[in-house]
């Protein structure tokens, strides 16, 4: 059975940094392009970085310069370092995980900014 899972959301004062992990099972991660996405409310779900089977690497303007996201393929996960927090980044975090027309979720992990 296919799943993501997330880890790593929390509360954190603005300036600061978190570490988002999300561990795939169920499916051949080395293939799949992975992504984190983002949810604030009453907002759309927002790509935030993504990165292909091939090791490249895209992100939002927003975050350009503060987030970076990487893959470990040997474990079957993806990280993202995200540093230079700001109010607006707070949001559910969910992975993504794309090949072909196959597309899964996870289920999502809550990051606040807030002093």
């Known amino acids: 059975q296919e799943q993501l899972v997330e880890s790593g959301g929390g509360l954190v004062q603005p300036g600061g940094s978190l570490r988002l992990s999300c561990a795939a099972s169920g499916i051949t991660f080395s293939i799949y392009d992975m992504g984190w996405y983002r949810q604030a409310p009453g907002k759309q779900r927002e790509l935030v970085a993504r990165?292909?089977?091939?090791?490249?690497?895209n992100y939002a303007d927003s975050v350009k310069g503060r987030f970076t996201i990487s893959r470990d393929n040997a474990k079957n996960t993806v990280n993202l370092e995200m540093s230079g927090l700001k109010p607006e980044d707070t949001a559910v975090y969910y992975c993504?995980?794309?090949?072909?027309?196959?597309?899964?979720w996870g289920q999502g992990t809550q990051v606040t900014v807030s002093s």
């Open positions: 990165i292909t089977s091939g090791g490249n690497t």
């Open positions: 993504n995980a794309n090949f072909r027309i196959l597309n899964y």
